[in-house]
């Protein structure tokens, strides 16, 4: 459904007053003149005026819809580009290493989410995310701090809920099925590309590393998206 906007409808009130204005005043000028010289005036003064709003009207269509062109093709050569470099660097080279990543152990989710919080760092990207891990490190679960905030705000707007916000547990917001941030599993022989495309198949931030690709197998890494719009500029 085509919106008509604001703009729309002045634009085409300058047109048809134009194409109007110039009809009528030509009738008058014809009609009340007793001499050539005087409608040639009127018409010489009032003519380029009426033409330059219909030609100003024009131009503001006609570029503008060239300037969206221009922008979009800019884009995809960009994106073309950022698909190109990012093919050429192995997710090795920029992972975070698994002894790097702040995280959880399956036997720790009994902890506490405002004492998560207490500990995410806004100074460091990776610590305002958290991976949960089993002993073997295997990724088992992944909470975001927007999604730790949203859960224990959502819980302090239940009025029917006993349980006070400062006793919700990293378990009680895993079992929430309405609140998952997905994450996927790549090998290590996979690109940044591949993990790009990854993200925006399943429209996640996160991506694993494992040596094969099989979420059963021990982390060795992550990438995030912030590691992907730092490596896809140009």
Not at 138 to 156: C, V
């Amino acid at each position: 459904m085509t919106i008509f906007t604001p703009k729309d409808a002045l634009a085409l009130g300058i047109t048809v007053f134009s194409v109007l204005g110039v009809a009528v005043l030509s009738l008058v000028v014809i009609s009340i003149s007793h001499d050539n010289t005087t409608g040639n005036n009127v018409l010489s003064a009032v003519l380029p005026l009426l033409g330059s709003w219909v030609g100003t009207v024009l131009a503001y269509y006609f570029s503008r819809d060239n300037f969206e062109a221009a922008s979009q093709s800019l884009s995809n050569m960009v994106d073309k580009v950022s698909k190109t470099e990012l093919k050429s660097v192995p997710v090795t080279e920029r992972m975070i290493k698994v002894d790097e990543i702040f995280h959880k152990q399956e036997s720790e989710t009994n902890q506490k989410l405002v004492d998560i919080l207490e500990k995410f760092d806004d100074s460091k990207e990776i610590w305002s995310r958290l991976p949960i891990f089993s002993d073997e490190k295997q990724i088992k679960g992944l909470i975001h701090r927007a999604t730790i905030e949203k859960f224990i705000m959502k819980n302090y707007k239940n009025t029917d809920s006993s349980q006070k916000v400062e006793d919700l547990t990293i378990m009680d917001l895993l079992n929430d099925p309405q609140l998952k941030d997905k994450y996927d599993v790549l090998s290590e022989s996979s690109t940044l590309a591949d993990a790009k495309q990854k993200m925006e198949q399943l429209t996640c931030k996160d991506i694993f590393i494992t040596k094969s690709g099989k979420q059963e197998e021990p982390v060795i890494g992550w990438i995030t998206n912030a590691i992907i719009m730092k490596n896809a500029k140009l």
